[in-house]
């Protein structure tokens, strides 16, 4: 097993510069978001472009208190309500009358937040919950948002189709702006020995894979195949497996896998920012599993720090591995056959820079903002014409 070594510094963080981008007195737009995940830099990445466009935005933990907030924010300022993760309103629920309750509550706090003058955007992260109470309940949860959303924000160009079996998103209301790249969030890694750092033999490849250890990203599986297809290899290819993981990880068959392989580590912790880096840097290629998702910020980790990209075709994102950067896998024999030579790796390189390149966060995240004032001083067709074809992509 691997024993961290790193020091932890402390992490870098996207800051307001009042210098920069001094705030107006009065904002042009007020915009509220929940939930707001303090966790998770998405969203501090999705809005740093804002206050350039005189955007305040106030982010709370949960929709009602977001609502209450509209309810009590000044007259005479346009104000909006951007809505990310639904799983939370089902999150209680445990009964078919509990659905019915919190869905009814849902619902009356978006027709409050409507009443109060706001504007509903949505941003869909997942077309249902990885875990959810039952299906037909979230399904009714987001017919509830875009009936009543003008604005329906979506990343990857295929969330439509994928979501067309479950609900339907107009396309008059529908725009689609990428993820940005995680450029200046984490802390640039200089030591030039990080294997050793991480108690990685020297020589050979290493993948990682960041992230929550959680059942649907298929680890599992990964780690099962991984083993077979370089079972005569394991001086030439690591894998590291990071992330959070429940107190039965210990008792997993992935802890196992772990326990009798040379070439297979699992770190089953939070990482600080710095870990992260750490990891991203020192890899040769990122790897994406998921069984079952529509966008994905690990790949988009990977493509921020330049690396290819190892990844099943259902983890999401995989538009952007479309010019090369990176290998994407139907089923576990193709997989197997990509990991037995792992060359691809080098030819895909000089494709993944050009991907950081593309997600650059401050060309995206202008962009959104743009966007965003676009919506709100002319409306959803405005907004679409702004954010382009592209997604907001650096060309």
Known sequence: MIILTRMLNKPAHLTWNPTKHPKPKQPRALWFFAPHMYGNPYQDLLYSGFSEQGIETRGFRTIAAAVEAIEKAPAGIPKVLHLHWLN?????????????????????????????????????????????????????VRNAMISRAELVH??????????????????SKLVRAEHAGYHGHYPDITSSDLRREWGIAQGGQVGVIIGGIKPYKGLNEFAEHFINATRDRQREVTLIIAGKAGEDV????????????????VIPRMLTDEQVA????????????????????????????????????????????????????????????ILRDTSWVD????????????????TVT????????????????AAQERIGHNGGLRD
């Open 88 to 140: 939370v309103v089902l999150a209680d629920a445990k009964s078919v009358a509990d659905a019915n309750k919190l869905i009814a509550e849902f619902e009356a706090q978006l027709d409050r937040a409507l009443a109060a003058g706001a504007r509903l955007v949505w941003t869909v992260h997942n077309v249902l919950p990885h875990e959810s109470y039952e299906q037909s309940a979230a399904i009714r």
């Open 154 to 171: 979506v990343m990857s160009p295929e969330t439509r189709d994928l979501c067309r079996p479950y609900f339907d998103i107009p396309e």
């Open 250 to 265: 210990m008792h997993s068959p992935l802890w196992k896998l772990a326990e009798m392989s040379s070439n297979l580590h």
């Open 278 to 337: 750490s990891l991203t840097t020192m890899a040769d290629f990122t790897v994406i599993p998921y069984r079952n998702s529509l966008n994905s910020g690990a790949l988009v980790l990977g493509l921020t720090f330049g690396k290819p990209i190892l990844a099943r075709a259902s983890a999401g994102s995989t538009h952007l591995l479309q010019d090369g950067a990176g290998r994407v896998y139907q089923d576990d024999a193709e997989l197997e056959s």
């Open 347 to 362: 030819a895909a390189r000089p494709h993944a820079q050009h991907m950081s390149y593309r997600l650059n966060r401050e």
């Open 366 to 381: 202008h962009n959104f903002a743009a966007m965003a004032l676009a919506f709100v001083e002319r409306g959803a067709a």
